[in-house]
């Protein structure tokens, strides 16, 4: 994930992401009011067919001709001729109808392969998948301390082939553990055995299960580097219980939490 950072910085993260096999890039327009696309579009020319680039649509732009016009200026910053798939950042107050039938147009005419949602509860879900089945993917907020999706969204995700892709997964700028806490300890006794960092186990629980992925903000080389290595990383039932007992589900919040 790449929101705002000096430009020359985040194009060589990305690059090196790239590099180390990290070919997930999520952007959208609002980030930096295009900024981040127009940063995306440099560090992958000459590399469109090695990445998988996804985009969001503001909810205000959401009517159907809207998003179609908010694709192509999408697509004129990333310098690309089409998305791999493209979101609708959260639910909008236009009718979700023209939003689909966008999308839908959008895949038909190959300006995206697919089309998917983020930052939706299970009740939005529901009519999304009335109007059109052909959600790929429901992007949402996911962290060790904040896992109200595991609820329901989860499970109705995973019953309905739709992918959930955790943002946010080490939590909002001060969020991560704590190394002296509970569950700080245990990432990194987990960490020490697998020879790797609390963050990349943190990682590595929070896409333990098929069909949930994660996209860590890539905003410096360390940072990506770190977050490559996590990808290799297995662990085990019981280190995976011991994650779970640290940081327990809690109850299921009224609203769906989002940033």
């Known amino acids: 994930m790449i929101e705002q950072a000096p430009r020359a910085e985040a194009v060589t993260a990305l690059r090196r992401g790239i590099d180390a096999g990290m070919t997930h890039i999520d952007t959208a327009e609002m980030y930096g009011s295009g900024a981040s696309e127009d940063c995306v579009g440099e560090a992958i020319a000459g590399r469109r067919h090695d990445v998988f680039i996804v985009s969001k649509v503001l909810p205000s732009n959401a009517t159907k001709a809207g998003t179609i016009a908010a694709c192509e200026r999408t697509l004129k910053r990333l310098k690309i001729e089409s998305l791999d798939c493209y979101l ?13 039938a966008a999308f839908e147009t959008l895949r038909r005419d190959g300006k995206i392969r697919s089309w998917g949602l983020s930052n939706f509860d299970v009740t939005d879900l529901k009519q999304a998948h009335a109007i059109s089945p052909n959600i790929a993917c429901n992007q949402v907020l996911y962290h060790l301390n904040q896992r109200a999706i595991e609820h329901e969204v989860v499970p109705w995700c995973k019953a309905h082939n739709i992918a959930v892709v955790a943002y946010s997964p080490y939590g909002q700028a001060h969020g991560f553990p704590a190394a002296r806490s509970k569950g700080g300890q245990i990432l990194e006794q987990i960490g020490r055995h697998h020879r790797a960092t609390p963050r990349q186990v943190a990682l590595a629980w929070l896409t333990r299960e098929p069909g949930t992925f994660a996209i860590p903000k890539a905003a410096s080389l360390g940072h990506v580097l770190e977050n490559a290595k996590a990808g290799d990383l297995k662990l085990t039932p019981a280190e995976c219980a011991s994650i779970d007992d640290a940081f327990p589900l809690g109850r299921k919040p009224r609203q769906l939490p989002m940033i």
Do not use: V
């Open 88 to 100: 609708l950042h959260w639910p909008s107050s236009h009718p979700l109808e023209g939003t689909i």
